[in-house]
């Protein structure tokens, strides 16, 4: 008996334990958020930064250079930033795939119409959600605490950033100018300046927090417009919007769990 129950105990130190394999990781739908500058230049922004005619020659093959390297990520659904109503979403682009709407400046045509086309999608979906910017809220604070000069120089910082990249753009071709300011240290900056506001305000008066709150709340409705065209895991979703919504989009995406976050430089040359 004592020999028996030596060779089972030897037997059980042998044989290795089943190790369970961990299970595959559940298949989400691929959200490509393309950060982009405003190409019709329509001065909506504190900032603006100024371009050149994007429908000149030289730009129009800058922009077909743009189309080829979006088709590797192969969106099956391509989001723009226009309210889910709006015109050029609904009617516009039917009209253009008819030929009987011809592009304007605007990047959710130049790039997204073009691309959508190209696809043979039925439809360009606007995700886009109204939100405030109490900025004016800021300036009356900053000058009522004697921080003026400080809110100032902020300011200037975020205007010299937005000039650098109007210079870059000028001596760039529109992918170079893309891949710059989707690239990660430039998207970080950017989510900086933002932050960089919270400092103006105090208990009771949280005027640069509840700014960012405000634009947070945008920009979360935003996502929660995109979720809705994450009909199933097999979806490949491109979203294209202005640059200063490009680091909360990705945040955003990056932290839900059913989505999956692709960039602009896994795709470009």
């Known amino acids: 008996m004592r020999h028996l129950l030596v060779a089972l105990f030897c037997i059980s130190l042998a044989a290795p334990a089943t190790a369970s394999e961990p299970a595959p990781a559940a298949r989400r739908a691929e959200v490509l958020v393309l950060g982009v500058y405003h190409m019709a230049n329509p001065g909506r922004d504190i900032f603006n930064m100024q371009v050149d005619d994007v429908l000149s020659p030289k730009r129009q093959q800058e922009i077909a250079q743009v189309i080829a390297v979006l088709k590797k990520f192969n969106p099956t659904r391509i989001a723009v930033e226009q309210g889910p109503r709006d015109r050029l979403v609904t009617s516009a682009y039917p009209e253009y795939v008819a030929g009987r709407h011809q592009l304007g400046r605007n990047e959710t045509e130049q790039i997204g119409f073009r691309l959508a086309r190209e696809l043979g999608h039925q439809a360009v979906y606007g995700v886009d959600a109204d939100g405030e910017f109490p900025y004016p809220r800021v300036v009356k ?14 300011m200037q910082d975020i205007g010299d950033m937005v000039k650098a990249q109007g210079r870059y753009l000028a001596t760039h071709t529109i992918l170079e100018s893309l891949l710059y300011m989707n690239a990660d240290a430039k998207v970080a900056d950017d989510m900086g300046f933002y932050y960089r506001k919270v400092r103006f305000g105090e208990p009771w008066d949280w005027a640069g927090a509840d700014l960012i709150a405000d634009w947070f709340k945008r920009n979360i409705r935003i996502h929660s417009n995109i979720v809705q065209l994450a009909a199933s895991p097999d979806e490949r979703i491109l979203v294209i919007f202005g640059a200063g919504h490009l680091g909360w989009l990705q945040q955003n995406i990056a932290n839900d769990p059913t989505l999956r976050l692709r960039k602009l430089s896994e795709f470009a040359p």
């Open 141 to 154: 604070h900053a000058q009522a605490t004697g921080r003026a000069k400080e809110l100032d120089a902020l």
